[in-house]
């Protein structure tokens, strides 16, 4: 019959052509012991399978359904009871799509089997015909029930499967998008499926041409391939990085018909890889350059050396005094850069330490100002006050390079100012639009002049890859690195912006209380612990990076009072504390400084650090309270073998 024929032939006459070859089956149950003779059953269970005799019991299942139908032996077992099954019709050497189906439920020694007119299972039912399918109201109702099954089930796997399916025509039109095209691009499907120009608008630039050469060369087979490129937001100026995983459908001739295929978004695996590769090559660079940052802190500590000879035997008068000082002033200068450029790429970041955020602050901002053009100005507000926090004070300079950077980037062909102002602020206490400070915290505010983001980026602009440069000039990364940042401390960040006007950065901080590392690590894991005080910044001197590259856990002072106060009322040091001391010679509060310590700490170890004067200038009184006197000529490694073998001591 063909299908034309079939389409006009109505569904009774379908069903007597082949009511005299398919029995009309019926559902039926019984009972079965354990080899499968019927014990009980329905009372008209014969007529419902199209059995000859009326009473069924004391007869096997089996030997009912061979009766019925001996083609069913290659299906069953001898003598057991029927496992759960489909019995498939069959005359004429032909096998129908329809039969009867079993069901077993076994409880205590008894087997209740229903069985069931069906359809065959889908791989049968695929190569099948109407013809082979009587349309009594139950087959039509099973075959109903299927096909809704069947769509419900596809409905859900393409609503929450985490890509886009779609068909498209050979001309790259579409005939079919996902419902995900519309949730994942905000904009109704039929803008695109009906042009292939709305379609190919979406590809970025650079990759439209690798796009549609890779296309040109697959398209000729039948095998499934796949492209990775990337597709612009319709509605934002977001990037999503796609894998299109799609099987060209050819025609018998070889004609192309179109494509089958998904789109899966592939962008937090792309900035996973980006991360990766950006680590890798910070880390060659790191090695490339410390051999070179090393031999030009030789250089300039060499410079130094000598001005500070000539500087000292030369009068006042004279006129190269002048010339000598500034040489030491600025190669003095020069190695803290050193230090600084070293610290912003040490080997191994994400080591989180305590750090007082107006030192950070104010080191990376000398350093911003370095690589920004000449008509940027940046000044640093402080607080005046220590703020002192736990985070990786490499990430936070780096936190402080992205937005000073975005700042640049809004100002670059006029020229401003980048104002960096930090604060305490109090827990409740509001900032930015509206957001409030959980508890006692730090709040950094990077602002600029610049020309300012749209009230529609600025939901957004934390999202990984957007950007509104221009294409190649921004990855959209630096933001979104910043913002994870931030939460990974703990902190908020928020903006305020007004175009044309400028944009203001606010980054909240909570205050650490001391007590991250005793919560976090196990005792025999824990870091040396050690204070360090001196008359002037404590960072400058590299006695500070030597022991925080030795793994010391370091935390810097400059005013007495505030070290006493943590001694006393932080957990961070016990009451055997270890303070290095640095005397630089400019002052004599280092030994009124020690005096108020022992009165505190009488148990404290204390080491002193001298720049000016010989070990045997040092008065006794002082020297005899001091466990561990360094001068400058003790090398770093033997220095710090000395701090650590003080510490460890009566450990």
Known sequence: MSISSLLSTSPNEITESTASTIPLFKSCQMVLDAKGVILHHQANAHDCIGYPEANLTGKTLNEVLFAIHPHWTEFLTEETPPENGFLPWEDSQKQHAFGLSIQTLHLNEHFYVTLAPALAPRDTLRNASLLDIPLDTETVSQLFLRLQTAESRMETYMHHFPGIFFSQRADLSFSYLGPQFESTFGINPNRIQRSSHEFLQLITEKDLPIFLSKLEKHSSNASTFNITYRLKHPTENSIHHFLDVRTPILSPAGLLLGY??????????????????????????????????????NIMAGIHSISELYGDSINKEHDWYGGIHQIKKSSREAQQIVRRIIDLNREVPGKRGYHNLETLTREQAELIEMILPRNIKITVKSSGEELPVHLDDVQYRQTLLNLAINARDAMEEYGGTIEISLSSIHSGDFFGKNEQAPQNGALICIKDNGCGIEEKHLTKIFAPFFTTKETGKGSGFGLYNTKIFIEENKGIIDIESTPNQGSCFYIYLPLTNFDEDIQSEPAQDKRPQIAVYADQDAEDFDIVKNLRESHFEVITFQEKEKLVRHLKENDLFPASSTVLLIDIGESSSIQETLVTLQSHHPKGKYILQSQSHALEMLPNTFSENIHLILDESISPGNALKKIQKLIERDV
Not at 263 to 271: A, E, F, G, H, N
């Open 260 to 297: 089958e295929g998904v789109w899966l978004d592939i962008t937090r695996q792309t900035i996973a890889e980006n991360r990766l590769t950006r680590s890798v090559w910070k880390e060659n660079i790191a090695t490339l350059t410390r051999g070179l940052i090393h031999d030009f802190s």
